[in-house]
């Protein structure tokens, strides 16, 4: 069963505007931690964000913000101001607990393209 | 320095052959990770070892074979390679139930 939702394929945003990108999760695991990942066309996987399961408060770093609605089981990635270089494929991933450790496992991805 | 480094960061090979992608992080950190990316930019865990012990081992043939010599070396060993095996494998770290630190990927092209 898909546990990490991302609906959308593509999205197109107007620099220097915002852009919501939506993911939802399913677990049983009452602790489990939310991440986002960016992904440029050089194939890098860069560490953006991460959201406890138990943080009362939203994360946020810089330019991104994690709206995490604990029980629709969301964590949508908010990039505030976007700019051309963030134009690339984001992950979002959730870590669970796991036989000896944790497990993370990603989304599809949405690739999002920033118009100048 | 590179924080989690893998080589080759390509290999084009023919069916049939045997391959082999190392890994090493030099963070310290106690969990290894190896994942495919495939062409559709799906990433998939394959393994994964805590202090040399392998603690994921999920639905991969088992043409793949990981190994971990120590807790800051990955490696994986994949046998008889087939054309489906085209893709990009993705050496990762992290400690305990932290974000998941990243090699550049190897990309893998079987004619």
């Known amino acids: 069963a898909q546990k990490i939702t991302q609906t959308q394929p593509g999205m197109f945003v107007q620099e220097k505007e915002a852009v919501t990108l939506d993911c939802t999760y399913d677990t049983s695991d009452p602790s489990y931690g939310l991440f986002w990942y960016k992904q440029p066309s050089s194939g890098e996987m860069i560490f953006l964000i991460y959201?406890?399961?138990?943080?009362?408060q939203n994360a946020t770093e810089g330019r991104y913000s994690l709206n995490f609605q604990k029980a629709r089981k969301s964590a949508n990635l908010v990039i505030s101001a976007s700019q051309l270089g963030d134009s690339a494929m984001y992950f979002c991933?959730?870590?669970?607990?796991?036989?000896?450790?944790?497990?993370?496992?990603f989304g599809a991805g949405t690739r999002l393209f920033v118009k100048a | 320095d590179t924080a989690v480094s893998q080589t080759p960061k390509y290999l084009v090979t023919q069916m049939g052959n045997d391959k082999s992608i190392k890994c090493e992080q030099n963070?310290?950190?106690?969990?290894m990770y190896w994942y495919k990316q495939d062409s559709k930019k799906f990433l998939k865990i394959m393994f994964s070892y805590n202090n040399k012990e392998l603690i994921i081992n999920e639905t991969v043939p088992n043409r793949f074979s990981p190994k971990s010599p120590d807790k800051a070396h990955l490696n994986l060993h994949i046998n008889s390679l087939e054309l489906g095996d085209s893709a990009v494998y993705f050496c990762?770290?992290?400690?305990?139930?932290?974000?998941?630190?990243f090699g550049e990927g190897s990309r893998l092209t079987v004619l």
């Open positions: 990762a770290s992290n400690m305990a139930a932290g974000e998941l630190f």
């Open positions: 959201q406890g399961s138990y943080d009362q």
């Open positions: 991933a959730m870590r669970e607990g796991y036989t000896g450790g944790f497990k993370t496992i």
């Open positions: 963070l310290g950190h106690d969990t």
